[in-house]
């Protein structure tokens, strides 16, 4: 099943390349030169919505991260950030906001329809979906995840999680106590190899705790072994 993913950036050259390299790969692609047209084309409800935007951080009217802030407040569309070195930082702000991934200019068209394919293997309906998306409902104290419905309940309460967010909770949970390193959980959470900064991953991790009511100085859930990784901290409910 075609999939469509909205390219937003001010630049035409950097559109059509991407143009063609992402319908090569049978997405159904469509552009935007602004902030205020990617907001009109997430929006739609004829139908036309994306399932993911390619969001350039700096454009004319609207900037990016502003963007993202506004997509969040009513939709889950991925969203991969598209940033210049110089702005990596905000890169990183726009993961805590609810980006999924984000790509560093200069960048390699072949890159970015891997990552594009990558995300949007993320989709529980996709054929060959990753495994993350399958497995029994895990319990511990006080924390339930259902990977088949996508659903997390912290004491009882459904909790909102992003999709990279739960798939990180859920690797992790998928086995207490075993530590994994940054690169360990970005081949099992993201799926390929990495290019951009490792940060991600903790960029993720503090959101995630964040969502938890962990408390990173003293954690409950999930815990951090300085100088390798994390490693989920609950015990299973059946557990002796």
Same mark, same amino acid.
């Given at each position: 099943? @075609? ?17 063609? !390299? ?48 506004? +997509? ?5 569309? !991925? ?12 890169? +990183? ?8 991934? !984000? ?10 329809? @891997? ?22 409902? +895990? ?31 859920? @690797? +992790? ?9 940054? @690169? ?10 990495? !290019? ?45």
């Amino acid at each position: 099943m @075609a999939r469509r993913v909205l390219v937003v950036d001010d630049e035409k050259e950097i559109r059509i390349v991407l143009r063609g !390299y992402l319908e090569a790969d049978g997405n159904l692609v469509t552009e935007a030169s602004t902030g205020a047209d990617a907001l009109d084309r997430v929006l739609a409800t004829d139908g036309t919505a994306p399932d993911l935007v390619l969001l350039d951080i700096q454009l004319p009217d609207i900037d990016g991260l502003e963007v993202l802030r506004t +997509l969040r407040r009513t939709s889950d569309v !991925y969203v991969i950030l598209v940033t210049a070195r110089a702005e990596e930082a905000d890169a +990183l702000i726009g993961l805590s906001t609810g980006a999924d991934d !984000y790509i560093r200019k200069p960048f390699s068209p072949r890159e970015v329809a @891997a990552r594009v394919r990558t995300v949007l293997r993320r989709m529980r309906d996709e054929p060959g979906a990753p495994a993350l998306a399958d497995g029994p409902v +895990l319990r511990f104290v006080g924390l339930t995840i259902d990977p088949e419905r996508h659903e997390l309940t912290v004491n009882g309460a459904p909790t909102a999680l992003s999709a990279l967010e739960f798939d990180l909770l859920r @690797a +992790l949970a998928s086995s207490p106590g075993r530590v994994f390193s940054r @690169a360990q959980l970005l081949e099992e959470v993201w799926g390929y190899d990495f !290019y951009g900064d490792e940060r991600v991953v903790d960029v993720h991790i503090r959101s995630l705790r964040r969502a938890l009511g962990d408390d990173a100085t003293n954690p409950g859930v999930i815990g951090t072994v300085r100088g390798v990784g994390y490693k989920f901290l609950l015990e299973p409910e059946d557990a002796p």
